[in-house]
């Protein structure tokens, strides 16, 4: 399979930030990074392959976060001791995340992407 | 501390080591598992769910991105650009999400999963289709 974009290449400048702003107001609104808007719109919109629309959506997501963060944070509704726990759970977990990404295929990826999807979406349903 | 305290630091802790692994996994912040885990399992108010994932979803993206970029999968310059777009949707994202009822942003955050799961099964066929149409 051809594609595209390879590393190194910059990305199309308009679609990038158009993509950005439509995640980042999803990210505002429902309180999640906006990756799950970001990696589909790189790969099919603009190209990209699955581990690079993943690595620049990571990165984008940073700046996103901090201002949604600091906009609830000024509302207080922001658990500061809840997220502190969280976080010690998170930075283990995202190194060993990032190490499987690696070992896997762009497919496998997508696969394990879209039945993750499903299995929260039914937790939400019936919980 | 009690029990219950006790347990809820622990689910706190493993709730985390769950979105960090996905998040790390799959280029996401981890918040779309964060948020419902707060809300069903230990019984947090949808904004502050989702407030507080958002804070939590900052270092885990930061230390995960910078593993992609030590690889070299990272062009910083796409990220940038992506996140000066990202930056304006957030403002305007958040003050909508706090200007809605808990109940309200709690079915929107459902509907929103329930679209995302159609959205990334469905278009795998027409990708593929895509391709090599494209060429012809």
Do not use: C, W
Not at chain 1, 21 to 41: C, D, E, K, Q
Not at chain 2, 73 to 79: E, I, P, Y
């Amino acid at each position: 399979m051809s594609e595209p974009n390879t590393a190194g290449e910059r990305g199309p400048l308009l679609p990038l930030v158009a993509v950005g702003a439509a995640a980042g107001t999803m990210s505002g609104l429902l309180g999640v990074g906006g990756g799950i808007l970001l990696v589909p719109a790189m790969v099919i919109l603009i190209g990209f392959a699955q581990h690079r629309a993943q690595a620049t959506s990571l990165a984008a997501i940073v700046p996103i976060a901090a201002v949604g963060a600091l906009v609830f944070g000024r509302a207080e509704s922001v658990d500061f001791g809840a997220a502190a726990l969280l976080v010690v759970g998170s930075l283990v977990g995202v190194q060993v995340g990032t190490r499987l990404m690696h070992r896997l295929s762009a497919e496998a990826l997508a696969r394990v992407f879209g039945v993750f999807l499903v299995i929260i979406a039914l937790a939400m349903l019936f919980g | 501390m009690s029990p219950e305290q006790i347990l809820q630091l622990v689910e706190l802790i493993l709730i985390g080591l769950a979105a960090g692994f996905l998040a790390g996994l799959l280029g996401i912040g981890g918040g779309v598992f964060m948020v419902p885990a707060m809300v069903l399992i230990l019984g947090m108010d949808q904004h502050v769910a989702q407030g507080t994932s958002l804070l939590v979803i900052i270092p885990a993206a930061l230390t995960g991105s910078y593993a992609h970029y030590r690889r070299g999968s990272l062009v910083l310059r796409d990220a940038l650009v992506l996140g000066a777009g990202g930056v304006v949707g957030a403002f305007l994202g958040a003050v909508l999400a706090l200007s809605l009822d808990d109940e309200l942003l709690r079915k929107l955050f459902a509907g929103f999963l329930l679209i995302v799961a159609a959205r990334i099964l469905l278009p795998k066929e027409m990708l593929r289709r895509k391709a090599p149409t494209q060429e012809v």
